[in-house]
């Protein structure tokens, strides 16, 4: 089993950029596919993007393609999403989460409870 912490939310005005982190506990890291997901007042919660287990393979939402950019460094239990020309319809509380699958795009495909952890969440909030 795996924990999550993600850290880095924020306000940010329109345009500009924010890191996320996502800490995992646990030695069995490495063997996940991450995602990061979001959350925004009063929608469901959506798929954003994936990463294999290697970091070889990546699946972003349309939304964000080309703005956010996701990596994982395996040696610190740690998988990030750079986002960048952030808009105000980025607000939302975002939720890293991990997934025994093999490609990234299984993680938005799967039902949410069939993912195996997720963070807390951190909030995000793009000012216009």
């Known amino acids: 089993q795996v924990q999550l912490v993600e850290s880095g939310g924020g306000l940010v005005q329109a345009g500009g950029s924010l890191r996320l982190s996502c800490a995992a506990s646990?030695?069995?890291?490495?063997?996940?596919?991450m995602g990061w997901f979001r959350q925004a007042p009063g929608k469901e919660r959506e798929f954003v993007v994936g990463?294999?287990?290697?970091?070889?393979?990546?699946y972003y939402a349309d939304s964000v393609k080309g703005r956010f950019t996701i990596s994982r460094d395996n040696a610190k239990n740690t998988v990030y999403l750079q986002m960048n020309s952030l808009k105000p319809e980025d607000t939302a509380v975002y939720y890293c989460a991990a997934a025994a699958v093999t490609t990234p795009e299984a993680m938005g495909v799967i039902p949410h409870e069939a993912l195996d952890a997720w963070g807390q969440g951190t909030l995000v909030t793009v000012s216009s």
């Open positions: 990463i294999t287990w290697s970091g070889g393979g990546t």
């Open positions: 646990g030695r069995t890291f490495s063997s996940y596919s």
